[in-house]
C-alpha cells in the first residue's frame, strides 16, 4: 500500500523559505522509473504543478517558479523535501506531494497540507 | 505554460452520461499519449482515475474512459452517480522541461 504524507509550517511570514517533506511508504526511490512530485492548490483555484525527482535525481521545476523552488530527496529516509524560498502571500496553497510510478502520472497523492502566507 | 482549457461546469442526472473536454495545443494533448485525468471531491486529495489517455488504474469504475483526438482530451463518465459529484483535472505531458501541464479544472454536479 502506498501512502504520502506532507509536513511543515501551517503559517510563513513574507519573504521567508518554506520547507516542507513528504514522507512516503509502499515504494522506494531508488526503483527505476519512480518519482515524487509537488503539486500545489491555492483555495478555490486549480492545480499547479512545481517540481518533481525521480530515483535517478533527475529533477523537474515550473518554469516560472524555478529559482525559488529546490527539490531533494533522502532515499534510505523515504523522504522528498521541497524548498520554496521568498514566500508571498500569492503562495497560499494547499501543497500535495504525489508518488510517480508511472513516469509523467501522479498515481498516488498525499492529504495535503495548507500553507498560509501572511505576515 | 498556459493551462489546459476546461469548461468550469458540466452537470448530468443520475444514470446520465457526461463528457468533459480538455483542450490544449500541439505541443501538449496533441504531441503526447500522456493524459491523465484526476478527481477532487471537496477537501479531499484529487485521485488518479485516467493515465495515458485511456487507461484505467485498478479500482477505478469502467464507467470512467478517456479519449483523445487532436489536442482535445476527453473524459465521459457514464451511467452518472451522486458519488461522481467532484471537480475533474485534465493533466498532459509536456516535454522533458515543462514536465505537465493541469487543466483549470471541471465542477461535475449531478442533478
Known amino acids: 500500500q502506498i501512502t504520502l504524507k506532507e509536513s511543515g509550517p501551517t503559517l510563513v511570514k513574507p519573504t521567508q523559505t518554506l520547507t516542507l517533506t513528504c514522507t512516503f511508504s509502499?515504494?522506494?526511490?531508488?526503483?527505476?522509473?519512480?518519482?515524487v512530485g509537488w503539486i500545489r492548490q491555492p483555495p478555490g483555484k486549480a492545480l499547479e504543478w512545481l517540481a518533481v525527482?525521480?530515483?535517478?535525481?533527475?529533477?523537474r521545476y515550473r518554469p516560472s517558479l524555478k529559482s525559488r523552488l529546490t527539490i531533494t530527496k533522502d532515499t534510505p529516509t523515504n523522504q522528498v523535501v521541497l524548498t520554496m524560498t521568498n514566500m508571498d502571500p500569492v503562495d497560499t496553497a494547499t501543497y500535495y506531494c504525489?508518488?510517480?510510478?508511472?513516469?509523467?502520472?501522479?498515481?498516488?497523492w498525499g492529504q495535503g497540507t495548507l500553507v498560509t502566507v501572511s505576515s | 505554460q498556459s493551462a489546459l482549457t476546461q469548461p468550469r461546469s458540466v452537470s448530468g442526472s443520475p444514470g446520465q452520461s457526461v463528457t468533459i473536454s480538455c483542450t490544449g495545443t500541439?505541443?501538449?494533448?496533441?504531441?503526447?499519449?500522456?493524459v491523465s485525468w484526476y478527481q477532487q471531491h471537496p477537501g479531499k486529495a484529487p485521485k488518479l482515475i485516467i493515465y495515458d489517455v485511456s487507461k484505467r488504474p485498478s479500482g477505478v469504475p469502467d464507467r470512467f474512459s478517456g479519449s483523445k483526438s487532436g489536442n482535445t482530451a476527453s473524459l465521459t463518465i457514464s451511467g452518472l452517480q451522486a458519488e461522481d459529484e467532484a471537480d475533474y483535472y485534465c493533466?498532459?505531458?509536456?516535454?522533458?522541461?515543462?514536465?505537465?501541464?493541469f487543466g483549470g479544472g471541471t465542477k461535475l454536479t449531478v442533478l
Open positions: 493533466c498532459s505531458y509536456t516535454g522533458s522541461y515543462t514536465f505537465v501541464v
Open positions: 504525489a508518488a510517480i510510478v508511472g513516469a509523467t502520472t501522479f498515481d498516488y
Open positions: 525527482i525521480y530515483w535517478d535525481d533527475d529533477k
Open positions: 509502499g515504494f522506494s526511490l531508488s526503483t527505476s522509473g519512480v518519482g
Open positions: 500541439s505541443s501538449d494533448v496533441g504531441n503526447y499519449n500522456y
